[in-house]
Every structure is written in structure tokens, then in C-alpha cells.
């Protein structure tokens, strides 16, 4: 019987614990998706406006959950001589199981360089 109780209390944590893990690594996955989905949309629009808008509404469309409780652009650089975009997103994430000693919410973020294809080439005549 004291088998039982004591493996029950030490495999109840464990299990927690590996809850709140597998929640993180499925939020970074999504962070990292809508970061390198939202750097695409900007880096095929031809100017900054544009290319903000486009990622804006990227962002925008991403389904908000109680496990997901903020997401936000964090940074944006549209460099048009070099042809490429820069994004960063920031992702809030509560934890489903509120352990003692942990937090009850991560922040995780994510970062993106995509090239820009809609700049055209530029040739001297």
C-alpha cells in the first residue's frame, strides 16, 4: 500500500510536469510557423506598407486559445536594398498545470528572415 501511495505522488508531479512540457514545445512550433508565415507574406509585398499590412493580418488570423493567450509582433525591418525582411513574434503561453515552484505563464519568441520577391531587378541600361 505504501508503494502505491508514494509512487502515486511522485508519478501525479511527473506527469504535470511532462504536460507543461509538451504544451511549450507545441507553442514554440506554432510561434516559429506564424513567425516564418507572416515573414513570407511581408517579403511579397513591394514596399514596408504593404509588406506590415500583409503581416499584420498574418498575425491577425492566428486562432487564440487559453493555452495561447497573446501573440504579438515584436519586430519588423523591411530592407529594400537588400531585398529581404526581418521578423520577430512573441507568443504568451499559459501553462495547463500550475506547479509550485514554476510560472504560470512563458513567453516564448520566435525570429524570421525571408527574402524579399517582390523587388524588381534593378538593371542599367
Known amino acids: 500500500m505504501e508503494v502505491l501511495l508514494v509512487s502515486t505522488l511522485f508519478l501525479i508531479p511527473v506527469g504535470l510536469l511532462f504536460l507543461d512540457g509538451i504544451t511549450l514545445v507545441a507553442a514554440v512550433a506554432a510561434n516559429n510557423s506564424l513567425c516564418k508565415a507572416g515573414a513570407r507574406a511581408a517579403g511579397n509585398q513591394p514596399n514596408s506598407?504593404?509588406?506590415?499590412?500583409?503581416?499584420?493580418?498574418?498575425i491577425a488570423r492566428f486562432p487564440k486559445s487559453q493555452i495561447i493567450s497573446n501573440v504579438t509582433l515584436s519586430e519588423f525591418a523591411y530592407y529594400d536594398p537588400a531585398s529581404?525582411?526581418?521578423?520577430?513574434?512573441?507568443m504568451t503561453v499559459v501553462l495547463p498545470a500550475q506547479l509550485p515552484g514554476l510560472p504560470e505563464q512563458l513567453t516564448v519568441t520566435a525570429s524570421s528572415r525571408q527574402s524579399n520577391t517582390a523587388v524588381r531587378a534593378r538593371f542599367r541600361a
Do not use: N
Open 49 to 58: 506598407g504593404s509588406a506590415r499590412r500583409a503581416l499584420d493580418q498574418v
Open 84 to 90: 529581404y525582411v526581418d521578423v520577430k513574434t512573441t
